[in-house]
């Protein structure tokens, strides 16, 4: 390791993987907690309808940031395979056309979910008492996404140095600032979920700035004038890698957002356990998401410097720790989940009742399966830093259709419950078919490091 940069071709894979997941766990549940307090304070201070309006726009969201953090995901692969392969000058322009590109994507991305929100929230079926908050909260997270971008495309770029320790420190400053903000904004101001909505975009612009400060402290990284000239062959190789991942990403949330729209049907009471359920959905993937963060970045550099039995060797590493992680915080879920879950909902005794009963066996039903879940971050994962991002776009197609067909089809069935059986369906596919294409692509990699692959 060299100042802010980590070089994961060389030593153990397994304490490598575990030494760079580590801090972006850590980060992960700090930006979880403090999206858990936009929900508790939102629930206790403001109400249930308040918080179910938060729910009612989780998909929504998840689409619009999920174009970003597909693209930016994509263009680190490349970020790392250069890093890998010891190519400065190739580093350097591929971090500059990344942060043109990403710029770009952020200002459509605004205008487009800005011109067509509440035509949106209408087709999702919102329920008329929540609307108003669902849209105002959407406003201010659109209005930011250029802020949430900066601070994707600069962490992504640290991440595929090795520096994970840098996006920490980001989710920490934005985390202690979120909560300082949410606590004044929607407590003292009474802002309601528009001040829960401020606060979040204040955070990721401190987070943003962090990023950026530690990038320039990199001397790799330090950008000369020729390096931001436009390279079109360039460009185009990263949205290659950028726009599958980014198309996954909708195709998932398409899923995600027919999930939404049934359970609308069901009343706010639905949707409001639903909310405070997906609210842990955050720490229950905390550890997967760190995983395939480390993952990738680890496949991306031994791939440029043609370590191929490292690859291997690192994938089942993370896969193993991936299965006894996913156990334990299905444990924890199991024991504690419900008294976990009563921090988010207050008002009357039978509303309160209701909700959480609705939001706990969802959460029962979504711990089993964390497993799946994973492993399928760690074979994504891998494929990525592999250049392979066409497969993890099918794995998201794979999603979709078990997603809405256990939505639309097992309610007939078992009744109301049968929604929240979607996502284990969904995991499920996606898993079965990335960890059958890494196995058939880990197998034709030379044996021999140092070979073309």
Partial sequence: MAGNTRDMTEGRPAGL????????????????????????????????????????????????????????????????????????????????????LTAGIAVLATAASLLTLRPLLRFL???????????????????????????????SILRSLGNSRAPLAAMVIAALTNIALDLLFVVGFHWGVAGAALATVLAEAFSCLFCLWVVRQIPALALRRQDWRPDRDLCRKLMRLGF?????????????????YVINGFGFLYVAGFTATNKLYGILEVAATSFGFSMATYAGQNLGARRYSRIRQGTRSAAGMGIVTAAIIAAAMLLFGRSILSLFISGEAEVVSAVLDIAYFYLTV?????????????????????????????????????????????????????????????????????AAVYYRRAARLPHADGEEA
């Fill in 17 to 100: 993987l575990l030494a760079f997941a580590l801090p972006l766990m850590v980060g992960n549940i700090v930006q979880q907690m403090y999206t858990l307090m936009d929900a508790m304070i939102v629930g206790q201070f403001v109400g249930v309808e308040a918080l179910a309006a938060l729910g009612a726009v989780e998909w929504l969201l998840y689409l619009v940031q999920g174009i970003i953090t597909g693209i930016t995901q994509g263009f680190s692969i490349l970020t790392a395979q250069r890093f890998g392969a010891e190519d400065g000058e190739g580093l350097r322009r591929c971090c500059a056309m990344s942060a043109l």
């Fill in 125 to 155: 079926n919102t329920p008329e008492n929540i609307l108003e908050d669902a849209a105002a909260y959407c406003m201010v997270i659109f209005g930011g996404l250029a802020v949430y971008a900066g601070y994707n495309v600069l962490a």
């Fill in 244 to 260: 599958p991942i980014a198309f996954q990403n909708i195709v998932i949330s398409v899923g995600g957002m027919v999930v939404q």
């Fill in 366 to 434: 979504m711990s089993y399966g964390l497993p799946v879940l994973y492993l399928l971050y760690v074979y994504r994962s891998a494929l990525q830093g592999m250049g392979d991002t066409l497969t993890p776009l099918l794995s998201g197609v794979a999603e979709l259709a078990l997603r809405m067909g256990v939505i639309l089809l097992l309610p007939l069935v078992i009744g109301e419950t049968g929604l929240f059986f979607a996502e284990d369906a969904a995991w499920l596919a996606a898993a079965v078919l990335l």
